[in-house]
């Protein structure tokens, strides 16, 4: 059988673009392992992305993942059927433009396949205590000298 994980991520930057940080934690039972990094100049949607990679990438089997962020960029690809659709189309969105940061969907794309995820979106900045710490993280993060984690 399949473990069950949640992971929460969150994504920040220091300027748009600038220094960027990322946070993921994932919780299996009662154990919570939190990962996090940082990039020179990127945007908050790559470290959105890269939260969410950094994460899934962890898992060491197919789980059933419940993955938690308060990213619409994040969420909505999955939820709306944005990244079928981008496949479909040669990575190009309804108006025929190169979908931005496809290197970082791709690489979502491939670290899924093994897992069930669902995407879930969560409201940041509310009273989810896992949100709240990963952005605190990815916001520390983000004004750290980069180590390209």
């Not at 093994?114 to 879930?120: A, C, K, M, S």
């Not at 709240?132 to 980069?146: H, I, P, V």
Request: glycine share 6%.
């Amino acid at each position: 059988m399949n473990k069950r994980v949640d992971i929460y991520t969150d994504g920040a930057c220091s300027g748009n673009p600038g220094n960027g940080g990322w946070c993921a934690i994932l919780i299996y039972q009662q154990h919570e392992k939190i990962l996090y990094g940082n990039v020179p100049e990127t945007t908050n949607n790559r470290m959105e992305l890269l939260a969410a990679i950094k994460g899934i990438e962890a898992l060491k089997e197919p789980c059933f993942v419940n993955l938690y962020s308060d990213s619409a960029y994040l969420v909505n690809a999955f939820q709306e059927g944005w990244i079928t659709n981008w496949k479909n189309n040669d990575w190009k969105t309804k108006t025929r433009q190169p979908v931005k940061n496809k290197d970082l969907w791709e690489r979502l794309v491939y670290a899924i396949q093994p897992h069930i995820v669902t995407f879930n979106k969560v409201k940041g900045h509310s009273d989810n205590q896992y949100n709240n710490k990963c952005d605190e993280m990815a916001r520390r993060e983000s004004l750290t000298k980069s180590n390209n984690r």
